[in-house]
């Protein structure tokens, strides 16, 4: 089997494969802190980016767009340092905040963190250190040497007491890299030079040390070759011993003659330094003795940056290709490793004590049982105090020091084994018990308090218990300490520490036995008993006891009053699952305490009780009242209902409320039968307060059925105000009356609209009370007034008459004088009762009433009396107007003078009597649609005109003059002829005219106006009516307009005329403009209405004026009329529309005619749009003279525009002068292309230097074939990245392969030559110079972009140079597979040896395999021996196997066969069989037993050759089948094999059967041989009964004297031995009685006494789970 390593390798990520540019993996912009965050700066598409890995969080990548010189991350948050010249920041990435930031003032070369808080700072002459917290500045700790003077700075490390500083630095002398140190003390401010490449400061803990010892480590690899790692003390500490310096070689292999350390890590759990090279080896020396536990490389690429790897005790490190590798000890092998292979015992046990690790476990107890066997105690106990894992700290090792017995004047050798363990650290459970035992009991309880406080013993529970019988309080550290929950409570419940148990129980998840708990806190303090139960029930997480338990726990100590409060407490929530406790709450109380039970159930806290078995408790108790509340049966109320004088009124009157209506009527029914005179009251609250539910009519009854007219009367009288129901209002009238509370009666019938009015009127007429007064107003209100004088007229009672009618409702006096009338009273009485009336009463309803009898006269006196009294009451006038008419007594005076009455009413009145009284009255009273009709149906039309006219109402008007009116025309004639000529109010004639206009009657209105306007008349200047005659005569008769134009002076001419445009009279509208000399506007219609353009132009030669011209030089712009335009625009002298007058010229190319309004326009304003459109126009006509003398004066034209739009039109030569004249060369230059002056086009690409210039130039020279000047241009393109790719595009379209090729490979050469260059010249190379290409490669395969190229070389099968490209673009796998695939282009054995052992996918080495066996078969071992570490032999084998070409790979197979793998011995075994070679195949059996030896053996017992046949005899018997072996031995007559055989297999049949095999052949010779050969094996009387039968006795002769004599040697052994024992046994008996005798006192150095241990020890010590097995 192959030795496993003694380290543990792994890869944690390849930086490559997540993203990260090859060329950014770098000592200059890669920085790992710690094996938490690595930090990358790299350049992304021209964009500065910082990359940060997070390791620890499964490779986590975060991208930060900054800019910075360097960048370093805290060592385990996630807290940014930056570095950008001088100035230093510190951002928390989390918080998004920077937390300091700093100006140094000088450069920052190197830089690290050396702690969580501070950063080292190095700068060219000093160190700093700058911490992270607070705002103070870097601090100066001390100057660089000289000797580091153009060092590079490569690390910088502190100690942990920040005591020395070391700051490392390399440099190249000599050819080699040469290392130089300054070591710096902080104590002493000195520094010292050392040569050195790496070191680390380290702490190790020496063995009899009291403090740890301070190292200092250092490499340094000499310009002689030689190198060493030395190892000294730094501040030796007074009591340690002092550490030897320790200087040992590090070897380095001869194939890595330049490599020199980089780092160093110390490991600090394993106490080793890791030392790391250039060339990826990895040196791991035992820092105590500077001994190498391994070296080998682990990275074929250079390691240039290292942290400690903390979690393992190791180093992680990254490499230039991007791995991010870690090495640590490999726990399971180094202290195997360390036995074996470096064959140092003392190094594997001192490894194994510091770390803790597995593999001495045997060497350790094999050396302490050699000291103590041997007597050193001492040295023993060291190797028991210091054993890996604490495998030799048990009960037996206890044991064995407790037995030994004391010397005088010494401590035990226990105590002083105890005394070594609490000196190294402290004791175990076993220890620490045993321990205690003889310090308690020697009283010494503070020692054992301070053990405890140092954390020096282990507790458990045996030990807890050991010291609670001591001490309960220390006994309760120990449970504490130990995690013994259940015995922690009870010492917190024995020292009533009652807070503690639920807090320390949920702290540790424990819950204890609470029930017993409390139990016991009842009976030894109950006080506190109340306080820990709510503590339980109210703990936040829920109850942690039932609440039950707690009150069978206080009711068990009587504890009554304790478990009411407890219990009240906890049901103060009122839940319904508590149910039962609520029952027992209250039955615990009513029993024993009812006065508290009835509290409890006043407060109302509880409701979820058993309420019948509460209710019959409360009944025995006497608590009736709270017994009702708790029945529900009617039976059980009834039965407690005579109790009602032991009760509350006001809770039996709210407990009727929870009763149903059946229940409550017969509990009323039942207490009014009992005793109706003392429960009445209660009867009748009860009766108001459920009113509703009870209804009314159920209540009236039981009062009825009682005849309890005085209940009935106070509880109607209770409900009456808020009740509708008509029963209540009656009954209630009804008992008011018979209780003899006629003024009760009388307020309901006056105030009640609920009781029905028939019921109560015949009641109170049946009644016949002596006050009237109730029926008086039941007969008002509902209208009985008929009846009312019916009854009190036949009654006699006419006082109540006068009463009614002066008193109570003066207002009903017509409906009493009608029934006086109707009775047949004399008219005398009715007069003089209505003279008694002083009260308001409704006039126009008495006129009725007496009209309707025809007895109006009969109200004239009384209708007198009220106007001389003033009144001015409509009816009595309308009363008055209607006796004047009727009588004819001059009405017409009265209607028009009188302004009381009512014109409508009198005026319908006469309308039939008197039409023109009609009118009268309506035209008095504004009636206008009744006045409308009474002059329409009498033919008084005259009259309605002059109405309508003076009433100024357009509704009206409307209503008349409508269509459907037939009487429509003589109105009109009317207003015509006599309304209006008689009108001297303007405001009458204009609403008139309007109501014409709005009823649509333009020739009457027309006839109208002219009436009023044309004829002789106040209205004939009116300016309104004239506009309106011209107005209406637009709309109704156009052909009148230009008449009253001409006729009328005094009209509004501009708003005429745009109602004449309006309706299309253009010639009336230019007529009025005209005349009254609007000539803008005149000449406008002319434009916009008649569209004249010749009479407008007329009209202005004629009034020649600049608005008239602007306007018309307006209008023939918008015709086109370019020319006549400008003509009159230059007339006006308006140059205001200049830019329109110059978008219209350039549309219709009018440019001569432009330059002259132009030139006028610069004149009058100095506009840059002016003088830039005037500039193009002399492009435009060819006056470049005059363009250049206005480009020579000072001018504010935008030249460059009117530049860019003559070279888009073309027009090259303006476009030279304008460039030339503002200097624009890149404009200029293109003009110039254009103009096919390609050099001078060069010269002012070059002098504007434009990217964009020079790529035209360029491209118009490739398409004339002016290469020269082409590459002039193109050198200027090709350095710019982003423009070379259409650069070699416009080539390559053209055919110019050669000039392009020309001009990549002279741009090579610029300063700015950039990678896109030299990969674009590759691929042109690939494509047209396939022979160039691999100089080209080697040349510059750093500068190119290999992925491109590497496609160029697939597309253009460029196989050689494939292969190359992809093994310096590290992608080997692909190089193996091109190689294989075009084996004849770019196959070469050793380049392919040296790329074969770098790829990644493992199935390229057999695939490779598979290639050489096709084309290369001779070379196969070769092959083979590069590939051994990294194939897997068996698949080799196999896939060997397959083809049948086992014997091509038999070189391999022996060079591999060390590592004693199954397939690779199985192949070379069959080459040997069929070889015949049966030496190697005994040899390769021998030494490698990794076979199918039971396979083997079966095929080569049957061979032909002897050899073979005993080789599987052999095979037989290693595999332990003597018997086969054996056999095969004795077929072949191979006897002394057989012999050696049986003597190997030590089992005595065996030899036997073969002794006996010997007799049978008689072979006499091996018998004599058999004996001596198994000598061990023979038994003798076998050996002399065999002898004796078979004559053989002269052959074991010689066996049975060296039987004998052994015998006799033995026996004389065993005598010696016997006497031995019995002298020894002699004297420890006598050493035992002395010992007896001496009686000494206890103490600490003397024997422990103990009579019997503690049962928890003796358990501990008797059972295997406690012993550490």
């Not at 543990?8 to 950014?24: C, D």
């Not at 700093?102 to 969580?116: A, C, G, N, R, S």
């Not at 009144?871 to 008419?885: G, H, Q, R």
Request: with cysteine; glycine share 4%.
């Amino acid at each position: 089997m192959a030795e496993q390593l003694p380290i543990k390798f792994q890869e944690h990520a390849q930086l490559q494969a997540l993203g990260v540019n090859a060329a950014s993996i770098g000592f200059n912009t890669l920085t790992l802190e710690s094996e938490r965050f690595i930090c990358v700066r790299e350049q992304v598409n021209g964009t500065n980016q910082v990359v940060i890995v997070d390791l620890a969080n499964n490779n986590e990548m975060m991208r930060r767009p900054i800019t910075a010189d360097s960048v370093i991350m805290h060592p385990n948050s996630k807290v940014m340092a930056l570095k950008a010249q001088r100035q230093l920041q510190v951002f928390n990435l989390e918080l998004k905040s920077k937390l300091k930031s700093h100006i140094m003032h000088e450069d920052v070369i190197f830089w690290t963190w050396l702690d969580l808080k501070t950063i080292g700072l190095v700068t060219p002459t000093a160190v700093y250190h700058w911490s992270i917290e607070g705002s103070s500045a870097p601090v100066k700790i001390f100057d660089r040497h000289q000797t580091l003077a153009g060092c590079q700075i490569i690390n910088y490390r502190v100690s942990k007491d920040e005591k020395w500083m070391v700051l490392v630095g390399i440099s190249a002398q000599a050819g080699r890299i040469a290392g130089s140190m300054q070591l710096f003390s902080k104590d002493r401010g000195v520094s010292q030079p050392i040569e050195g490449h790496a070191a680390a400061f380290a702490t190790i803990q020496l063995e009899d040390a009291p403090h740890p010892t301070k190292l200092f480590a250092f490499s340094v690899r000499s310009a002689t070759g030689a190198a060493k790692l030395q190892i000294i003390e730094v501040d030796p500490t007074d009591g340690n011993p002092l550490f030897q310096k320790k200087a040992v070689e590090v070897f380095f292999p001869p194939e890595a003659a330049n490599d020199f350390p980089v780092s160093m890590q110390v490991g600090a759990k394993y106490g080793v330094v890791y030392l790391v090279t250039k060339m990826g080896f990895i040196h791991i020396y035992d820092l105590e003795t500077g001994t190498c536990l391994f070296m080998n490389r682990i990275s074929g690429d250079t390691i240039f940056v290292t942290a400690d790897h903390e979690s393992s005790s190791g180093i992680i490190g990254v490499n230039k290709k991007g791995q991010v590798l870690s090495v640590t000890l490999d726990e399971n092998t180094i202290v195997p490793y360390i036995v074996n292979t470096l064959n140092n015992t003392e190094l594997a046990l001192k490894l194994a004590s510091r770390g803790g690790l597995p593999g001495a476990d045997n060497l350790c107890v094999s050396r302490f049982n050699q000291l103590f066997s041997s007597g050193a105690y001492g040295e023993a106990a060291k190797i028991a105090a210091n054993s890996p894992r604490g495998i030799l700290r048990t009960v037996d090792t206890i044991e064995r020091f407790r037995q030994l017995p004391a010397v005088p004047n010494q401590l035990s050798p226990i105590l002083q084994y105890f005394g070594l363990l609490l000196e190294k650290g402290g004791l175990n459970r076993y220890e620490s018990l045993e321990m205690a035992k003889p310090i308690l009991q020697q009283n010494r309880k503070p020692l054992l308090e301070k053990w405890l406080k140092e954390d020096k013993l282990e507790c458990s529970e045996e030990l807890g218990d050991f010291v609670r019988q001591f001490d309960s309080k220390l006994a309760l550290s120990v449970y504490l300490r130990a995690n013994v929950p259940h015995k922690v409570v009870v010492c917190f419940a024995e020292n009533r520490q009652y807070d503690k148990i639920v807090a320390y129980s949920k702290t540790v998840g424990y819950t204890p036995d609470y029930s017993s708990l409390l139990y016991n806190i009842a009976r030894s303090d109950p006080d506190k008993t109340v306080d820990f139960a709510q503590t339980l029930i109210n703990d936040e997480s829920g109850p942690l006891i039932e609440a039950d338990k707690v009150i069978d726990v206080l009711m068990s100590q009587n504890m009554l009053q304790q478990a009411t409060s407890f219990l009240l407490d906890y049901l103060k929530d009122n839940k319904e699952s508590d149910a039962q406790l609520q029952t027992r709450v209250l039955e615990m109380n009513l029993t024993h305490a009812p006065q508290v039970a009835d509290a409890i159930l006043g407060t109302g806290m509880l409701t979820h009780y058993d309420r019948v078995v509460v209710g019959n408790l409360c009944e025995k108790a006497g608590l009736h009242q709270r017994a009702l509340e708790h029945f529900t049966d009617i039976h059980d109320i009834k039965r407690v209902i005579p109790y009602t004088h032991t009760m509350n009124p006001e809770w039996l009157v709210n407990y009727f409320g929870t009763l149903s209506v059946e229940q409550t009527l017969e509990c009323l029914k039942e207490m009014l039968t009992n005793n109706l005179r003392q429960n009445l009251q209660v009867v009748v609250q009860i009766a108001i307060k459920y009113s509703e539910q009870l209804q009314p009519h159920n209540l009236v009854d039981l009062f009825e059925n009682f005849k309890s007219n005085e209940g009935l009367y106070y509880y109607l009288g209770s409900i009456v105000n808020v009740s509708q129901d008509p029963l209540v209002h009656f009954k209630y009238i009804q008992a008011a009356c018979r209780t003899g509370n006629v003024r009760e009666a009388e307020r309901i019938c006056r105030e009640s609209n609920y009781y029905d009015a028939e019921k109560v009127k015949n009641f109170l007429k049946e009644a016949r009370l002596s006050d009237q007064l109730p029926l008086i107003i039941v007969c008002d209100r509902f209208g009985f007034v008929h009846d009312l004088v019916l009854y009190l007229y036949h009654n006699n009672l006419h006082k109540y008459i006068e009463v009614y009618v002066q008193k109570v409702n003066p207002s009903r006096t017509p409906e009493v004088v009608g029934g006086l009338l109707d009775v047949g009273c004399d008219e005398d009485i009715i007069k003089s009762l209505l003279m008694s009336v002083k009260g308001d009463l409704a006039v126009g309803k008495l006129c009725d009433e007496v009209e309707q009898r025809n007895r109006l006269k009969l109200l004239l006196p009384w209708l007198n009396m009220r106007v001389t009294d003033g009144s001015s009451d409509p009816e009595v006038y309308n009363a008055l107007a209607k006796i004047y008419i009727d009588t004819n007594n001059n009405p017409e005076p009265f209607l028009k003078e009188n302004e009381f009455y009512e014109p409508r009413t009198i005026g319908k009145y006469c309308e039939k009597r008197d039409p023109y009284l009609a009118y009268i009255c309506y035209e008095k009273g504004q009636c206008d649609y009744e006045l409308i009709h009474i002059t329409s149906e009498n033919a008084m039309f005259k009259h309605q005109a002059r109405y309508l006219v003076h009433r100024r109402d357009l509704s009206l008007w409307q209503y008349v003059l409508q269509e459907n009116n037939e009487n429509r025309r003589e109105v009109i004639d009317q207003i015509v002829a006599t309304a209006l000529p008689e009108c001297t109010d303007p405001e009458d004639v204009s609403i008139t005219v309007k109501a014409f206009m709005a009823a649509d009657l333009p020739n009457e209105l027309i006839e109208l106006l002219e009436r009023i306007v044309l004829e002789v008349s106040a209205f004939n200047d009116n300016k309104t009516l004239q506009n309106l005659l011209i107005f209406t005569a637009v709309k109704a008769d156009a052909s009148k307009v230009m008449d009253y134009v001409s006729r009328l002076d005094n009209f509004d001419a501009p708003d005429v005329a745009e109602v004449c445009i309006g309706e299309g009279l253009f010639e009336e509208a230019f007529a009025i403009f005209k005349k009254y000399k609007v000539n803008g506007d005149a000449v406008m219609v002319l434009i916009d209405k008649i569209g004249d353009l010749d009479r407008a132009y007329e009209f202005a030669e004629r009034c020649d004026q600049s608005d008239v011209w602007s306007k018309l030089g307006k209008a023939q712009l918008d015709n086109m009329r370019i020319k006549d335009s400008i003509d009159s625009y230059i007339r006006a002298n308006d140059t205001s529309n200049y830019m329109e007058v110059t978008r219209h010229a350039e549309m219709d190319n009018k440019y001569d005619d432009l330059v002259r309004y132009l030139q006028l326009a610069r004149k009058n304003s100095r506009e840059p749009y002016i003088e830039t459109e005037l500039l193009y126009a002399y492009a435009k006509t060819d006056r470049l003279s005059d363009m250049e003398d206005f480009i020579a004066s000072p001018n504010i034209a935008q030249v460059q525009q009117v530049g860019d739009r003559c070279f888009q039109a073309h027009m090259l030569e303006a476009a030279k002068i304008l460039y030339t004249s503002i200097s624009n060369h890149a404009s200029l230059a293109t003009t110039l292309v254009h103009l096919n002056d390609y050099q001078g086009a060069v010269d002012c690409a070059r002098k504007a230097n434009s990217t964009k210039v020079w790529k035209e130039v360029n491209a118009v020279c490739i398409e004339q074939q002016e290469f020269r000047l082409a590459k002039i241009c193109g050198l200027h393109i090709i350095v710019h990245a982003e423009e070379l790719e259409q650069v070699v595009r416009t080539y390559e379209r053209n055919g110019y392969f050669e000039q392009l090729i020309n001009l990549l490979e002279d741009g090579l050469g610029l300063e700015r030559a950039h990678m896109g260059m030299f990969t674009e010249l590759a691929v042109l190379y690939s494509k047209y110079a396939p022979e160039k290409m691999m100089e080209h490669l080697k040349l510059f395969v750093s500068r190119i972009n290999i992925p491109k190229v590497i496609r160029a070389c697939n597309d253009t099968h460029l196989w050689r140079e494939l292969v190359f490209l992809y093994v310096h673009y590290d992608e080997f796998d692909n190089a193996v597979g091109a190689m294989i695939e075009h084996a004849a282009d770019s196959w070469e054995h050793s380049a392919f040896k040296e790329i074969i052992v770098k790829v990644s996918n493992v199935e390229l080495y057999y695939k490779a395999l598979r290639f050489y066996l096709n084309e290369q078969p001779m070379l196969l071992n070769d092959l083979l021996a590069s590939m051994v570490p990294r194939i897997n032999h068996t698949r080799v084998v196999q896939q060997f196997e397959k083809s049948d070409n086992i014997p091509l790979i038999r070189q391999y197979l022996q060079s591999v066969q060390h590592v004693n793998n199954k397939a690779v011995n199985g192949a070379l075994n069959e080459l040997f069989i069929e070889e015949e070679d049966y030496e190697s195949l005994r040899d390769s059996i021998d030494h490698y037993d990794n076979i199918d030896t039971i396979d083997i053996a079966q095929r080569l017992e049957k061979h032909e050759l002897l050899e073979f046949r005993r080789i599987a005899a052999h095979l037989y018997k290693k595999n332990r089948r003597w018997r086969q072996s054996i056999a095969l031995s004795k077929q072949d007559r191979l006897f002394k094999d057989a012999m050696e055989t049986a003597a190997e297999s030590r089992d005595r049949e065996v030899a036997e059967e073969l002794l006996r095999y010997f007799i049978e052949v008689g072979k006499r010779e091996c018998f004599a041989a058999m004996l001596y050969t198994c000598y061990d094996l023979m038994r003798p009387d076998t050996v002399m009964e065999l002898s004796w039968r078979h004559g053989l006795s002269d052959f074991s002769m010689p066996y049975m004297i060296n039987l004998l004599s052994e015998q006799t040697s033995k026996i004389s052994v065993l005598d010696k031995d016997v006497q031995d024992l019995k002298q020894k046994a002699e004297k420890q008996e006598q050493d035992s009685s002395n010992a007896q005798n001496m009686a000494p006192a206890m103490g600490l150095g003397n024997p422990l006494m103990l009579t019997a241990a503690p049962t928890g020890a003796t358990n501990m010590m008797q059972s295997p789970h406690f012993t550490g097995f």
